[in-house]
């Protein structure tokens, strides 16, 4: 079927504001409606499985990348993650008790589907998260899961994005019951914080008044960093991903605690830094990382909730503020001030949002 615009200026603006009714069809799908019991295929069996290996492309390496933080908190599974065009040619060995996952919007994405080949008769099973459920990667995995986005239009990823991390999320939750490591208690709890997410989103995508007035600074900036720390380094990296691809604008992520190692050197007041950090266990360091930019005379962007505001002191640039969260989820909620950033950043700027320059949306060549 045809999709249009549904009255937005953009495919990307409206698939941006379509991710809490998207995503909550995705949790119809894989929880029950009072969130006590998960649906996964049958065969999917992690009791036998001892390490993990995940292997994507652009926006969906970075959910790989999330996942592994997941998978080794929540399920004790060791993950590898690389992207498919290293993984392919490294001839990696691949030791007993291997699963392998592919994650892929399109489920065509060349080097991902030549790294599923790669694994065919070497993993014990071989997963994939995809949205075309009739795509190559999904036909020639043991077990496809759909990520239920609907047509993916805009060429940079945003509800794929929420959606793969969704099931990966609940794939998470199935392997750490399967292997013990998680309680009936926690994991409702866990169930009921992703049965909650729609709504936050709701109230998270209430900041885009805010990003437009902001975006026309971050517009006039040649460089743009972007730090987070954990689950949120991804997220960093998914919000500098998103930022150079539609606004062309220099964008680089580092894990907060990389700073001191080298990107220290580019910051000055020209270099807004974007802080991606909800209050979690690990907060105060990246309080101390804020510092020392704002020391160096950087100004600072903070995407945080309102305890993470109340905690960071004086001296931030601007605050953008997120609901507060389980900290498990706030990589799938964070996805949105990176979207909202970037998009308004390249409509200050005029670029082509749908279709940027050089970019295709599925790279089926090599
Ligand atoms: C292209 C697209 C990205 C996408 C990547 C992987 O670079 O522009 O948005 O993340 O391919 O695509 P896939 O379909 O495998 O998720």
């Not at 866990?190 to 209430?206: D, Q």
């Not at 580092?254 to 910051?267: F, N, R």
């Not at 990246?286 to 950087?298: D, H, I, L």
Request: glycine share 6%.
């Amino acid at each position: 079927a045809q999709v249009d615009k549904g009255g937005y200026k953009h495919f990307m603006a409206k698939e941006i504001a379509e991710q809490p009714q998207v995503l909550q069809g995705a949790l119809n799908h894989y929880i029950n409606a009072d969130a006590t019991a998960m649906t996964l295929p049958q065969g999917l069996d992690f009791t036998a499985v001892n390490r993990l290996t995940m292997v994507a492309c652009g926006t969906a390496f970075y959910a790989c990348m999330v996942a592994k933080y997941w998978f080794e908190q929540l399920a004790g599974l060791p993950v590898e993650v690389d992207v498919a065009s290293e993984f392919r040619y490294r001839e990696p060995p691949v030791t007993d008790g291997t699963m392998a996952i592919f994650v892929s919007q399109s489920g065509e994405t060349a080097d991902t589907l030549a790294a599923l080949r790669y694994m065919a008769g070497k993993a014990m099973q071989i997963v994939s998260v995809v949205n075309v459920p009739e795509s190559s990667i999904a036909r020639e995995s043991d077990v496809a899961l759909p990520i239920l986005a609907g047509v993916e239009i805009g060429v940079a990823s945003t509800k794929a994005f929420t959606c793969q991390l969704t099931t990966l999320a609940t794939l998470v939750l199935h392997a750490a019951r399967q292997r013990g490591r998680i309680d009936d208690a926690a994991l409702a709890d866990k169930l009921a914080a992703l049965r909650a997410l729609p709504g936050l989103m709701n109230t998270a995508l209430g900041i885009e008044d805010r990003t437009v007035a902001l975006s026309r600074d971050l517009a006039e900036a040649r460089d743009i960093l972007f730090l987070g720390r954990g689950a949120m380094y991804p997220l960093a990296l998914e919000g500098a991903l998103k930022l150079k691809e539609i606004s062309y604008i220099h964008a680089e992520a580092y894990a907060s605690g990389e700073l001191k190692h080298g990107p220290i050197a580019l910051v000055d007041p020209h270099v807004p830094v974007i802080v991606m950090a909800p209050r979690d266990s690990l907060f105060e360091k990246t309080v101390s990382n804020m510092q020392e930019v704002m020391a160096r005379g950087g100004k600072v962007l903070l995407i945080t909730d309102s305890q993470g505001a109340a905690e960071a002191g004086d001296g931030v640039w601007q605050v953008l503020l997120m609901p507060s969260i389980d900290p498990f989820l706030a990589p799938i909620l964070y996805a949105l001030p990176a979207q909202l950033l970037a998009y308004h950043t390249a409509i200050a700027k005029g670029t082509d949002v749908d279709q940027p320059r050089n970019l295709a949306k599925s790279v089926t060549v090599e």
